[in-house]
Protein backbone atom coordinates (compact mmCIF):
# COMPACT_ATOMS: atom_id res chain seq x y z
CA UNK A 1 0.00 0.00 0.00
CA UNK A 2 1.34 3.30 -0.82
CA UNK A 3 2.24 5.96 1.44
CA UNK A 4 -1.16 8.08 3.05
CA UNK A 5 -1.30 11.61 3.60
CA UNK A 6 -2.50 12.00 7.74
CA UNK A 7 -2.37 15.17 8.67
CA UNK A 8 -1.14 17.95 5.42
CA UNK A 9 2.86 16.93 5.10
CA UNK A 10 2.35 14.31 7.04
CA UNK A 11 2.48 10.79 5.77
CA UNK A 12 2.17 7.13 6.65
CA UNK A 13 4.51 5.26 5.26
CA UNK A 14 4.50 2.00 7.06
CA UNK A 15 4.33 -1.43 5.94
CA UNK A 16 1.80 -4.60 6.96
CA UNK A 17 2.57 -7.74 7.10
CA UNK A 18 -0.67 -10.06 6.32
CA UNK A 19 1.61 -13.03 7.00
CA UNK A 20 2.62 -12.72 10.42
CA UNK A 21 0.64 -15.29 12.94
CA UNK A 22 3.52 -15.64 15.67
CA UNK A 23 4.88 -12.40 16.64
CA UNK A 24 7.51 -13.26 19.36
CA UNK A 25 5.18 -16.21 20.75
CA UNK A 26 2.09 -14.14 20.80
CA UNK A 27 0.21 -15.19 18.03
CA UNK A 28 -1.20 -12.38 15.67
CA UNK A 29 -4.08 -14.52 13.82
CA UNK A 30 -4.86 -10.79 12.20
CA UNK A 31 -1.69 -10.12 10.95
CA UNK A 32 -0.48 -6.38 12.22
CA UNK A 33 1.22 -3.29 10.64
CA UNK A 34 4.77 -1.83 11.28
CA UNK A 35 3.92 2.19 11.06
CA UNK A 36 6.29 4.73 10.60
CA UNK A 37 6.06 8.47 9.24
CA UNK A 38 7.69 11.11 7.14
CA UNK A 39 7.38 14.69 8.06
CA UNK A 40 8.25 16.99 4.98
CA UNK A 41 8.92 19.77 6.40
CA UNK A 42 12.30 22.32 6.08
CA UNK A 43 13.91 19.60 7.87
CA UNK A 44 12.27 16.54 6.13
CA UNK A 45 12.02 14.35 9.54
CA UNK A 46 11.38 10.34 9.83
CA UNK A 47 9.71 9.42 12.61
CA UNK A 48 10.21 5.52 13.39
CA UNK A 49 11.32 2.72 11.26
CA UNK A 50 9.75 -0.89 10.18
CA UNK A 51 10.72 -4.37 10.92
CA UNK A 52 14.17 -5.08 8.28
CA UNK A 53 12.00 -7.82 6.55
CA UNK A 54 10.02 -4.83 5.19
CA UNK A 55 12.78 -1.92 5.17
CA UNK A 56 12.38 -1.62 1.01
CA UNK A 57 8.46 -1.04 1.56
CA UNK A 58 9.06 1.79 3.55
CA UNK A 59 11.89 3.01 1.62
CA UNK A 60 9.63 2.98 -1.38
CA UNK A 61 6.72 4.74 0.09
CA UNK A 62 9.32 7.22 1.35
CA UNK A 63 10.60 8.16 -2.27
CA UNK A 64 7.39 8.84 -3.60
CA UNK A 65 6.89 11.25 -1.02
CA UNK A 66 10.78 12.81 -1.26
CA UNK A 67 14.29 12.01 -2.37
CA UNK A 68 15.94 9.96 0.56
CA UNK A 69 18.96 12.62 0.44
CA UNK A 70 16.59 15.16 1.65
CA UNK A 71 15.70 13.33 5.49
CA UNK A 72 17.81 14.80 7.73
CA UNK A 73 16.00 13.70 10.86
CA UNK A 74 15.13 10.32 11.96
CA UNK A 75 13.44 10.00 15.32
CA UNK A 76 13.20 7.10 16.96
CA UNK A 77 10.74 6.61 19.94
CA UNK A 78 11.42 2.57 20.41
CA UNK A 79 13.88 0.27 19.85
CA UNK A 80 12.04 -2.99 19.58
CA UNK A 81 12.86 -4.63 16.49
CA UNK A 82 10.00 -4.84 15.25
CA UNK A 83 10.56 -0.68 14.60
CA UNK A 84 13.84 -0.53 14.44
CA UNK A 85 15.65 -3.35 12.84
CA UNK A 86 15.79 -1.37 9.85
CA UNK A 87 17.77 1.68 11.47
CA UNK A 88 21.28 0.43 9.93
CA UNK A 89 20.35 -0.13 6.10
CA UNK A 90 18.28 3.24 6.33
CA UNK A 91 21.48 5.10 8.12
CA UNK A 92 23.28 3.53 5.25
CA UNK A 93 21.43 5.10 2.78
CA UNK A 94 20.95 8.54 4.84
CA UNK A 95 24.92 8.70 7.00
CA UNK A 96 24.24 12.49 7.46
CA UNK A 97 20.68 12.24 9.44
CA UNK A 98 20.86 13.11 13.27
CA UNK A 99 18.91 10.71 15.34
CA UNK A 100 16.70 11.85 17.96
CA UNK A 101 16.49 9.71 20.79
CA UNK A 102 15.79 9.17 24.56
CA UNK A 103 19.14 8.53 26.24
CA UNK A 104 17.89 4.63 27.52
CA UNK A 105 17.25 4.65 23.28
CA UNK A 106 20.89 5.57 22.74
CA UNK A 107 22.13 3.03 25.25
CA UNK A 108 20.12 -0.04 23.76
CA UNK A 109 20.28 0.83 19.97
CA UNK A 110 23.91 0.69 20.47
CA UNK A 111 23.86 -3.00 21.47
CA UNK A 112 22.40 -3.72 18.18
CA UNK A 113 24.70 -1.76 16.09
CA UNK A 114 27.67 -0.38 14.90
CA UNK A 115 26.65 3.20 15.89
CA UNK A 116 30.30 4.79 15.47
CA UNK A 117 29.70 6.84 12.35
CA UNK A 118 25.89 7.89 13.26
CA UNK A 119 25.06 11.16 15.10
CA UNK A 120 22.70 11.04 18.06
CA UNK A 121 20.69 13.93 19.86
CA UNK A 122 19.66 12.57 22.98
CA UNK A 123 16.48 13.82 23.95
CA UNK A 124 14.55 14.47 27.52
CA UNK A 125 11.08 15.03 28.57
CA UNK A 126 9.77 18.21 27.36
CA UNK A 127 12.70 18.63 24.70
CA UNK A 128 11.41 20.11 21.30
CA UNK A 129 12.61 20.43 17.88
CA UNK A 130 11.30 22.76 15.05
CA UNK A 131 11.50 21.49 11.92
CA UNK A 132 9.90 24.16 10.15
CA UNK A 133 6.33 24.48 10.20
CA UNK A 134 6.31 21.78 12.86
CA UNK A 135 7.68 21.66 15.90
CA UNK A 136 8.04 18.76 17.46
CA UNK A 137 7.96 17.55 21.20
CA UNK A 138 9.40 14.62 22.97
CA UNK A 139 7.58 12.73 26.34
CA UNK A 140 9.33 10.21 27.45
CA UNK A 141 7.25 6.98 28.32
CA UNK A 142 9.74 4.38 30.19
CA UNK A 143 8.57 1.13 30.58
CA UNK A 144 5.80 1.89 28.05
CA UNK A 145 6.64 -0.41 27.24
CA UNK A 146 10.44 -0.59 27.37
CA UNK A 147 12.53 1.85 29.22
CA UNK A 148 13.45 3.70 26.11
CA UNK A 149 10.09 4.35 25.03
CA UNK A 150 8.89 8.28 23.98
CA UNK A 151 6.31 9.67 22.14
CA UNK A 152 6.79 12.35 19.83
CA UNK A 153 3.80 14.79 19.54
CA UNK A 154 4.10 17.65 16.44
CA UNK A 155 2.05 20.66 17.92
CA UNK A 156 0.79 22.59 14.91
CA UNK A 157 -0.81 19.50 13.37
CA UNK A 158 -1.78 18.27 17.24
CA UNK A 159 -0.75 14.95 16.25
CA UNK A 160 0.31 12.32 18.66
CA UNK A 161 2.73 9.78 17.15
CA UNK A 162 2.45 7.12 20.21
CA UNK A 163 4.49 4.49 19.39
CA UNK A 164 3.40 0.88 20.60
CA UNK A 165 0.66 2.73 23.37
CA UNK A 166 -3.17 2.69 21.31
CA UNK A 167 -1.76 0.18 18.88
CA UNK A 168 -3.29 -2.64 17.92
CA UNK A 169 -2.27 -6.08 15.77
CA UNK A 170 -4.28 -5.50 12.75
CA UNK A 171 -2.94 -6.07 8.61
CA UNK A 172 -5.83 -4.40 6.68
CA UNK A 173 -6.75 -2.33 4.16
CA UNK A 174 -8.12 0.13 6.60
CA UNK A 175 -5.73 3.24 7.93
CA UNK A 176 -8.07 5.35 10.17
CA UNK A 177 -10.67 3.95 12.47
CA UNK A 178 -13.80 5.50 11.12
CA UNK A 179 -12.37 2.98 7.83
CA UNK A 180 -11.85 0.25 9.66
CA UNK A 181 -15.17 0.27 11.87
CA UNK A 182 -16.88 0.69 8.38
CA UNK A 183 -15.21 -1.93 6.42
CA UNK A 184 -15.47 -4.38 9.69
CA UNK A 185 -16.88 -3.21 13.19
CA UNK A 186 -16.82 -1.91 16.01
CA UNK A 187 -16.60 -5.18 18.30
CA UNK A 188 -13.27 -6.52 16.26
CA UNK A 189 -11.25 -3.37 16.63
CA UNK A 190 -12.11 -3.09 20.57
CA UNK A 191 -11.33 -6.49 21.01
CA UNK A 192 -8.06 -6.08 19.15
CA UNK A 193 -7.49 -3.21 21.16
CA UNK A 194 -8.55 -5.44 24.33
CA UNK A 195 -5.61 -8.15 23.04
CA UNK A 196 -3.18 -5.38 23.03
CA UNK A 197 -3.36 -4.61 26.21
CA UNK A 198 -3.95 -8.33 27.74
CA UNK A 199 -0.77 -9.31 26.39
CA UNK A 200 1.49 -6.35 26.09
CA UNK A 201 0.48 -3.59 28.78
CA UNK A 202 -1.25 -5.58 31.47
CA UNK A 203 1.72 -4.74 33.56
CA UNK A 204 1.82 -1.19 32.93
CA UNK A 205 -1.38 -0.04 34.22
CA UNK A 206 -0.53 2.40 36.73
CA UNK A 207 2.19 3.81 34.42
CA UNK A 208 -0.46 4.22 31.98
CA UNK A 209 -2.49 6.10 34.24
CA UNK A 210 0.11 8.54 35.13
CA UNK A 211 1.15 9.42 31.85
CA UNK A 212 -2.56 9.93 30.35
CA UNK A 213 -2.59 12.34 33.14
CA UNK A 214 0.96 13.72 32.60
CA UNK A 215 -0.39 15.00 29.04
CA UNK A 216 -4.08 15.82 30.33
CA UNK A 217 -1.79 18.24 32.66
CA UNK A 218 0.31 19.56 29.93
CA UNK A 219 -2.94 20.62 28.50
CA UNK A 220 -1.73 18.83 24.73
CA UNK A 221 -4.40 19.19 22.14
CA UNK A 222 -5.20 15.86 20.13
CA UNK A 223 -6.87 15.71 17.09
CA UNK A 224 -5.24 12.65 15.93
CA UNK A 225 -3.24 9.86 17.97
CA UNK A 226 -0.80 7.54 14.90
CA UNK A 227 0.39 4.42 16.87
CA UNK A 228 3.21 2.12 15.45
CA UNK A 229 0.80 -0.54 15.36
CA UNK A 230 -2.69 -1.08 13.39
CA UNK A 231 -5.11 1.84 12.66
CA UNK A 232 -4.48 5.42 13.45
CA UNK A 233 -7.04 7.13 15.62
CA UNK A 234 -8.73 10.26 13.85
CA UNK A 235 -12.55 10.11 14.39
CA UNK A 236 -12.45 10.43 17.93
CA UNK A 237 -9.10 9.73 19.98
CA UNK A 238 -10.63 11.23 22.91
CA UNK A 239 -12.48 7.20 22.56
CA UNK A 240 -9.56 5.40 22.57
CA UNK A 241 -7.81 7.58 25.38
CA UNK A 242 -10.51 6.83 27.81
CA UNK A 243 -10.65 3.10 26.67
CA UNK A 244 -7.10 2.92 27.88
CA UNK A 245 -8.23 4.49 31.29
CA UNK A 246 -10.35 1.99 31.45
CA UNK A 247 -8.14 -0.70 31.04
CA UNK A 248 -5.89 1.15 33.22
CA UNK A 249 -8.19 1.09 36.12
CA UNK A 250 -9.05 -2.85 35.62
CA UNK A 251 -12.73 -2.89 33.83
CA UNK A 252 -13.94 -5.76 32.37
CA UNK A 253 -17.11 -7.36 31.31
CA UNK A 254 -19.28 -8.81 34.07
CA UNK A 255 -18.28 -12.66 32.39
CA UNK A 256 -16.67 -15.91 33.61
CA UNK A 257 -14.04 -17.62 31.54
CA UNK A 258 -13.60 -20.96 31.89
CA UNK A 259 -9.43 -21.86 30.62
CA UNK A 260 -9.13 -25.51 31.04
CA UNK A 261 -7.37 -28.74 29.27
CA UNK A 262 -8.14 -32.13 29.27
CA UNK A 263 -6.29 -35.38 29.45
CA UNK A 264 -9.70 -38.13 28.80
CA UNK A 265 -12.53 -35.64 28.88
CA UNK A 266 -13.19 -35.58 32.63
CA UNK A 267 -12.27 -31.85 33.41
CA UNK A 268 -13.97 -31.40 30.29
CA UNK A 269 -17.07 -33.11 31.50
CA UNK A 270 -17.10 -30.84 33.99
CA UNK A 271 -17.68 -27.66 32.33
CA UNK A 272 -21.11 -28.33 31.17
CA UNK A 273 -22.43 -27.99 34.60
CA UNK A 274 -19.99 -25.14 35.84
CA UNK A 275 -20.92 -23.09 33.09
CA UNK A 276 -24.94 -24.21 33.27
CA UNK A 277 -24.66 -22.75 36.83
CA UNK A 278 -22.90 -19.32 35.96
CA UNK A 279 -25.37 -18.82 33.22
CA UNK A 280 -28.44 -19.52 35.76
CA UNK A 281 -26.97 -16.91 37.48
CA UNK A 282 -27.27 -14.39 34.82
CA UNK A 283 -23.56 -14.28 34.24
CA UNK A 284 -22.13 -14.54 30.76
CA UNK A 285 -19.39 -17.23 30.12
CA UNK A 286 -16.81 -18.17 27.76
CA UNK A 287 -14.55 -20.93 27.30
CA UNK A 288 -11.54 -21.49 26.06
CA UNK A 289 -9.58 -24.81 25.55
CA UNK A 290 -5.75 -23.95 26.39
CA UNK A 291 -4.69 -26.83 23.27
CA UNK A 292 -7.00 -25.51 20.85
CA UNK A 293 -6.17 -21.65 21.52
CA UNK A 294 -3.47 -19.64 21.22
CA UNK A 295 -2.06 -18.52 24.87
CA UNK A 296 -2.39 -14.95 23.31
CA UNK A 297 -6.65 -15.22 23.33
CA UNK A 298 -6.40 -17.32 26.42
CA UNK A 299 -4.81 -14.43 27.97
CA UNK A 300 -7.00 -11.70 26.24
CA UNK A 301 -10.08 -13.54 27.31
CA UNK A 302 -9.08 -13.89 31.18
CA UNK A 303 -8.57 -9.75 30.69
CA UNK A 304 -11.76 -9.16 29.43
CA UNK A 305 -13.94 -11.54 31.95
CA UNK A 306 -14.16 -9.93 35.87
CA UNK A 307 -13.92 -14.07 36.55
CA UNK A 308 -12.41 -16.98 35.66
CA UNK A 309 -12.47 -20.30 36.36
CA UNK A 310 -9.42 -23.19 35.59
CA UNK A 311 -9.83 -26.05 35.06
CA UNK A 312 -6.91 -28.77 34.97
CA UNK A 313 -6.51 -32.42 35.36
CA UNK A 314 -4.07 -33.74 37.92
CA UNK A 315 -0.79 -35.73 36.07
CA UNK A 316 1.80 -36.64 38.48
CA UNK A 317 0.53 -34.89 41.31
CA UNK A 318 0.64 -31.63 39.30
CA UNK A 319 -1.16 -29.38 37.03
CA UNK A 320 -1.98 -30.06 33.21
CA UNK A 321 1.51 -28.76 31.28
CA UNK A 322 -0.46 -26.47 29.19
CA UNK A 323 -2.34 -25.09 32.61
CA UNK A 324 0.79 -24.72 34.01
CA UNK A 325 1.92 -22.95 31.32
CA UNK A 326 -0.65 -20.72 31.30
CA UNK A 327 -0.41 -19.43 34.88
CA UNK A 328 3.09 -19.04 34.63
CA UNK A 329 2.90 -16.91 31.96
CA UNK A 330 0.14 -14.87 33.30
CA UNK A 331 1.69 -14.18 36.61
CA UNK A 332 4.54 -12.36 34.49
CA UNK A 333 1.63 -10.19 33.41
CA UNK A 334 0.78 -9.23 36.86
CA UNK A 335 -2.90 -9.39 36.67
CA UNK A 336 -5.07 -7.62 39.05
CA UNK A 337 -8.73 -6.91 39.51
CA UNK A 338 -9.66 -10.26 38.50
CA UNK A 339 -11.45 -13.28 40.65
CA UNK A 340 -10.18 -16.19 40.18
CA UNK A 341 -11.30 -20.42 41.21
CA UNK A 342 -10.54 -23.85 40.15
CA UNK A 343 -11.51 -27.00 39.27
CA UNK A 344 -10.51 -30.40 37.78
CA UNK A 345 -10.33 -34.20 37.91
CA UNK A 346 -7.42 -36.50 38.98
CA UNK A 347 -6.81 -40.47 39.14
CA UNK A 348 -5.54 -41.23 42.26
CA UNK A 349 -3.16 -38.95 44.35
CA UNK A 350 -4.60 -35.47 43.10
CA UNK A 351 -2.52 -31.66 43.45
CA UNK A 352 -3.47 -29.99 40.38
CA UNK A 353 -5.89 -27.52 41.86
CA UNK A 354 -4.21 -27.26 44.97
CA UNK A 355 -1.31 -25.82 42.45
CA UNK A 356 -3.74 -23.93 40.85
CA UNK A 357 -4.50 -22.22 44.09
CA UNK A 358 -0.90 -21.54 45.65
CA UNK A 359 -0.47 -19.71 41.64
CA UNK A 360 -3.31 -17.56 42.27
CA UNK A 361 -2.16 -16.68 45.59
CA UNK A 362 1.30 -15.73 43.85
CA UNK A 363 -0.60 -13.37 41.74
CA UNK A 364 -2.37 -11.72 44.57
CA UNK A 365 -5.90 -12.11 42.69
CA UNK A 366 -9.59 -12.41 44.79
CA UNK A 367 -9.83 -16.12 44.99
CA UNK A 368 -12.86 -18.19 45.35
CA UNK A 369 -12.15 -21.42 46.96
CA UNK A 370 -12.12 -24.45 48.00
CA UNK A 371 -12.52 -25.31 44.97
CA UNK A 372 -14.55 -28.58 43.15
CA UNK A 373 -12.48 -32.21 42.15
CA UNK A 374 -13.74 -35.36 40.93
CA UNK A 375 -12.43 -38.62 40.57
CA UNK A 376 -11.60 -40.13 37.28
CA UNK A 377 -15.11 -39.34 36.09
CA UNK A 378 -17.74 -36.67 37.00
CA UNK A 379 -20.59 -39.01 38.61
CA UNK A 380 -24.20 -37.34 38.81
CA UNK A 381 -23.62 -36.32 42.98
CA UNK A 382 -20.05 -34.55 41.14
CA UNK A 383 -22.32 -32.93 38.39
CA UNK A 384 -24.46 -31.34 41.18
CA UNK A 385 -21.15 -30.12 43.06
CA UNK A 386 -20.13 -28.43 39.92
CA UNK A 387 -23.14 -26.88 39.18
CA UNK A 388 -23.00 -25.16 42.40
CA UNK A 389 -19.91 -23.90 42.42
CA UNK A 390 -19.80 -22.32 39.12
CA UNK A 391 -23.52 -20.57 40.26
CA UNK A 392 -21.83 -20.06 43.61
CA UNK A 393 -18.82 -18.71 41.97
CA UNK A 394 -20.76 -16.06 39.43
CA UNK A 395 -22.37 -14.91 42.19
CA UNK A 396 -19.43 -14.03 44.22
CA UNK A 397 -18.54 -12.05 40.30
CA UNK A 398 -21.06 -10.13 40.15
CA UNK A 399 -20.58 -8.96 43.78
CA UNK A 400 -16.80 -8.63 43.10
CA UNK A 401 -18.16 -6.25 39.83
CA UNK A 402 -19.68 -3.64 41.70
CA UNK A 403 -16.20 -2.09 43.10
CA UNK A 404 -15.26 -1.48 39.48
FE1 LIG B 1 5.84 -2.78 18.59
FE2 LIG B 1 7.43 -2.69 21.58
O1 LIG B 1 7.28 -2.93 19.77
Not at 228 to 256: E, S
Not at 273 to 299: H, T
Amino acid sequence: MKSVEIKPDIFWVGAIDWGIRDFHGYITQNGTTYNNYLIRDAQVTLIDTVKHDFCSVTLENIKRIVDLSKIVNLVINHIEPDHASSIDMIMKLIPNATIYISERGKKGIERYFDTSKWTFRVVKNGDTLNIGKYTLLFLETPMLHWPDSMVTYVKEAKLLISQDAFGQHIATASRFDDEFVECHSQFELDDAIADYYANILMPFGQLIKTKIADIVKAGLEIDMIAPDHGIIWRKDPGRIIQKYLDLANNKADLRVAVIYDTMWHSTEHMIIPVMQGIKDEGVDCRVIKLRASPMSVAIKEFWKARGTLIGTPTINNVMFPSVAEFLYHLGGLRPKGRMIGAFGSFGWGGGAVKEAYESFRKMGLEIVEPGVQVQYRPTLDDEQKCYEFGKAFAAKVKEYHKNF
